[in-house]
């Protein structure tokens, strides 16, 4: 028996001594294990929320492009539509001197004769 105080007639023996020692390193090994799991878990968060930053920024960069490549595609479609307008425009306007032109040489050949 190992005497608990000097003044109390209490007493442990060798073995309930070595369980509560081991229960006192278990414990205090747990503690250690829960700061570590706790740094880890602290740390994992964090790059987690990196990540989700990462991720966001990535979608706005292509959103960006995409909107972009809308914009082109959207200023493309309408220059082409100008540019058939004016070749339209010509066209008649071609048209329509070939016309005068005509009906000027018939008025001619008309006053000729």
Do not use: D, P, S
């Given at each position: 028996m190992i005497p608990y105080a000097s003044d109390t007639l209490v007493g442990i023996t060798k073995y309930q001594f070595d369980i509560v020692l081991f229960s006192f390193s278990y414990l205090s090994e747990l503690r250690q294990t829960s700061k570590v799991q706790s740094k880890q878990l602290t740390r994992l968060d964090s790059i987690v929320s990196l990540k989700d930053?990462?991720?966001t920024l990535e979608r706005l960069k292509i959103a960006e492009k995409d909107s972009i490549e809308l914009n082109?595609?959207?200023?493309i479609e309408?220059?082409?539509?100008?540019?058939r307008k004016k070749k339209l425009k010509n066209t008649f306007l071609?048209?329509?001197?070939?016309v005068a032109i005509a009906a000027e040489a018939a008025l001619i050949i008309q006053l000729v004769r």
């Open positions: 930053k990462e991720l082109l595609t959207e200023v309408c220059h082409k539509k100008a540019a071609n048209i329509g001197l070939g």
